[in-house]
């Protein structure tokens, strides 16, 4: 019982803390959609990287891998490959494409989304813009934007191209969401 005290009570101080970092990371983190020319340091992309090798996956079976693109004209060329809301990655200083191997993920969306979502918030924590491009089920030019970027990249057939994340410094600044901003009654206990 004395053990169980000390968690709640450890719990309640981390939880009322000014020093819970991830949810400063979270009140941050929005979707940037324009870029500076600023160059991302590749030990920057190293640990956006790491920790998003650290998302959990389905069964553990860790079917995501990525793409690190950052040659200009082949970040173009990924922008074509979807015929609406592409160009949201132009100007960005690099593309992450993420895919899942298919021959080992049954919940191969979840697994992508999540390693998306550990890009997205560690890239905040280096003060990089990101915005996630959504490629599953989007059309390309001539194919599905998932088939025209796996043929872009020589990405195997047995892998799907769940989404892009574009990397670059922040041009454009948006407000951080407040106390405010929670929408309290989205929470529900027990039942609905």
């Known amino acids: 019982m004395a053990d169980e005290n000390i968690m709640k009570t450890n ?101 992508g989304a999540i390693a998306s979502s550990y890009i997205l918030l560690a890239a905040e924590q280096y003060n990089v813009g990101a915005c996630w491009v959504q490629i599953r089920n989007r059309r390309g030019l001539k194919k599905t934007s998932d088939e025209e970027i796996r043929d872009l990249l020589n990405i195997p057939d047995n892998y799907a191209v769940l989404n892009l994340v574009a990397l670059g410094g922040k041009g454009e600044q948006k407000k951080t969401y407040t106390e405010n901003d929670f929408d309290k009654n989205k929470i529900h206990y027990e039942k609905y």
């Not at 991302?40 to 090798?53: G, W």
């Not at 979807?82 to 191969?108: P, Y």
């Open 11 to 111: 719990q309640t101080t981390i939880a009322n803390s000014a020093d819970n970092k991830l949810l400063e990371l979270s009140l941050k983190r929005r979707s940037i959609r324009r870029y500076t020319d600023e160059v991302i340091d590749e030990n920057v992309i190293n640990n956006i990287m790491k920790v998003a090798l650290t998302a959990p996956s389905s069964f553990g079976h860790r079917p995501v891998e990525f793409v690190i693109v950052k040659d200009k004209e082949t970040i173009q060329k990924l922008a074509d490959c979807k015929s609406l809301g592409g160009s949201q990655i132009i100007g960005a200083d690099a593309v992450i494409v993420v895919m899942v191997n298919q021959d080992r993920g049954e919940f191969w969306i979840e697994d």
